[in-house]
Nanobody
Framework: QVQLVESGGGLVQPGGSLRLSCAASRSIFSLNVMGWYRQAPGKQRDVVARITSVGITNYADSVKGRFTISRNNTKNTVYLQMNSLKPEDTAVYYC?????????WGQGTQVTVSS
């Protein structure tokens, strides 16, 4: 079992930045993939960024060049640095982890981009 706890969401103006954190209850070395998904009202949950246990990353086209996913193995934490935020980035952001085919989700954190 893996518990994931997100933090760092909030209200930010267009063009601003936020950093989301996801703390895992066990060593992230044991997690094959970690990542971030988001879900806007009335839309499906979509992948934002993912990072493997060996540090390979991939991003949704809509966030490439603006968002960066990273990990701190000593803190068992994955981060999502979000820059140049746009109103269309508004959503609930969920932390995700996968371990040998089993998926885990955090409770979500709201990100609102508005002036």
């Amino acid at each position: 079992q893996v518990q994931l706890v997100e933090s760092g969401g909030g209200l930010v103006q267009p063009g601003g930045s936020l950093r989301l954190s996801c703390a895992a209850s066990r060593s992230i070395f044991s997690l094959n993939v970690m990542g971030w998904y988001r879900q806007a009202p009335g839309k499906q949950r979509d992948v934002v960024a993912r990072i493997t246990s060996v540090g390979i990353t991939n991003y949704a086209d809509s966030v490439k060049g603006r968002f960066t996913i990273s990990r701190n193995n000593t803190k068992n934490t994955v981060y999502l640095q979000m820059n140049s935020l746009k109103p269309e980035d508004t959503a609930v952001y969920y932390c995700y982890a996968q371990r040998w085919g089993t998926e885990y989700w955090g409770q979500g954190t709201q990100v609102t981009v508005s002036s």
